[in-house]
């Protein structure tokens, strides 16, 4: 639950700051291929996190 949670406050930082910056949405794939640093955790979760942000945002 932690990472899941890290994940998505993670990317809405940076999601936020992309968009003040030039107007333009990162897209779900491209959040999600940088998941690869946390391998111990079910790689379910932290798509699920991210989906629940796009969602979300």
């Given at each position: ?35 690869t640093w ?8 932290l798509q699920?996190a991210l ?7």
């Amino acid at each position: 639950m932690g990472c899941a949670q890290f994940v998505y406050t993670h990317f809405f930082a940076r999601r936020k700051e992309v968009y003040d910056s030039n107007q333009a949405d990162p897209r779900l794939q491209a959040c999600g291929a940088e998941l690869t640093w946390l391998k111990e955790v079910d790689k379910f979760v932290l798509q699920n996190a991210l989906k629940n942000l796009n969602r979300a945002y």
